[in-house]
C-alpha cells in the first residue's frame, strides 16, 4: 500500500491565485459581452516585454549553443561562477556588504527557494510569519509537516502570527516567545510595507539573542525608493550569523517568464543539532542543490548577468520607473473615490481598506462585477487581511490609466 504525504490535507483552502482566477473565469463565462473588458490587477505578474539588454544577450547566448566549440551541458547546479559574481559584487560588495561568490546560489524562483529551504531546516522549529504576507510561507511549512492542524479561523497550530496592522504601519514586530525561524518581507507583499534600518535592526538583535534564523524576502527591493530603507538584511550588522536571503529577477528584470532568482545564505550561519551541536547551513544547502536540482540554463544566466551591464542597469530602472507609475495613477484614483491606500510608493503593490460592511471577497466581487477589474482579496494573505484588497500597479500605462477611471466610478 502506498501512502500519502498527509500534511497536504491540513491545507484549509486552495491556493490564493488560482482561486482568483476560477472566479474571474467564472464571471468571464456568465458575462461574455464584457469578457474582453476585464483588466486584471490582481496576481503581481509583469506586462511589459524584456529589457533589450537582456534579448541581446540571450541571442548570443543562442549562438553560443549552436557552435560545438561554445556549447554548454550541465552547469554548475548552484549557478555559473560570472553570474554569482556579477550578483556579489553589484549587489552586495559594491555596497560595502561582504557576501562572497560562493554564498550565492542561483535557481529558478525565490518561490521556489522559500519552500525548498525547510529541507535544510528541523521540524522542531517554532516559526513566525507576518500576518498578512506571501501565502506561500504557511502553505509550505503545512506541506512540509511542520505545523499542526489549523483551528476554525485557519490559523495553525506551531506557527506564530506576527500582526501587521495599521497601528504599527504594517511592519511585524518581535514576539515575547521565542521563536526559532522567522519569515520577513520587505518591501512587503501584500501591504507595500518597507521597513527601515531600525525596524530590521531589532529583528536582527532578536535573532542572535535567540539563535534564531530570518528567512527574509527581497523580492521587490528595486522597488525602494525612499532613502534610509535597507534593500538587504545584510546592510544590518550581525546578519550574515542570522539571515538567508532570497531575491529574484522577475519583478525588477522581467522574467517571470524567464525563471532566474538567487538565495544567499552566509557561511557564518549556523544551527544546532538535537543534540546542541551547531552546524553550517551553508555545506547543506550546497548539498541540497547539488542533489535535487540541475541548474538554470546557461541562456538564462547569461540574460541575468546581462542586467548588471550599464545598459541593463539603466533598462531595468526604467521597467520600476514603469510600474512605479502605474501605481502613483492608481494610488492617486482610489484616494479620489474615497478609499484609504496603503502602499504604492516602495512597492508595486497598493494595500486598499474596503469601505465599511465589505469582506475583502464581497469587495472582489464588487469591483470585478462593476468596474470589470480584478483585484487579490486581503484575507487570502491571512486573517489580518481581511478587510483589505490589494491592487497590483503590473499593467500597461493604459490599462493602469482606464483601471484607474473605472475605480473612481464604483459606487460603495
Known sequence: MAYLNENYLKLKAGYLFPEVGRRVKSFCEKNPAVA????????????????????????????????????RGYGPEQGYEFLRNAIAQNDYRSKRIDIADDEIFVSDGSKCDCGNIL???????????????????????????????????????????????????????????????????SPNNPT????????LSVWVDYALKNKSIILYDAAYEAYITKPGIPHSIFEIPGATECAIEFRSFSKNGGFTGVRCAFTVVPKKLLASTTKGEFKQLHPLWFRRMTTKFNGVSYITQRAAESLYTEDGKKQVRCLIEHYLGNARILREAITNAGLKVYGGVNAPYLWVKAPEGYTSWQAFDKILQEANLVITPGSGFGSKGEGFFRVSSYNSRENAVEAAKRFKQIKW
Not at 503581481?44 to 561554445?70: F, S
Request: glycine share 8%; proline share 9%.
Open 119 to 185: 529541507d535544510i531546516l528541523g521540524d522542531k522549529n517554532k516559526t513566525a510569519i507576518p500576518d498578512p504576507v506571501y501565502p506561500v510561507y504557511v502553505d509550505t511549512n503545512v506541506m512540509a509537516g511542520h505545523t499542526g492542524e489549523a483551528d476554525e479561523s485557519g490559523a495553525y497550530s506551531c506557527i506564530v502570527y506576527l500582526p501587521c496592522t495599521v497601528e504599527n504601519a504594517f511592519i511585524p514586530e518581535p514576539p515575547d516567545e521565542k521563536v526559532d525561524i522567522i519569515y520577513l518581507c
Open 36 to 71: 474582453n473588458r476585464v483588466i486584471k490587477c490582481g496576481i503581481g505578474d509583469v506586462t511589459e516585454p524584456l529589457p533589450p539588454a537582456v534579448i541581446n544577450a540571450m541571442h548570443q547566448a543562442v549562438d553560443e549553443m549552436g557552435e560545438r566549440e561554445t556549447f
Open 192 to 199: 507595500g510595507a518597507a521597513a527601515n534600518k531600525t525596524q
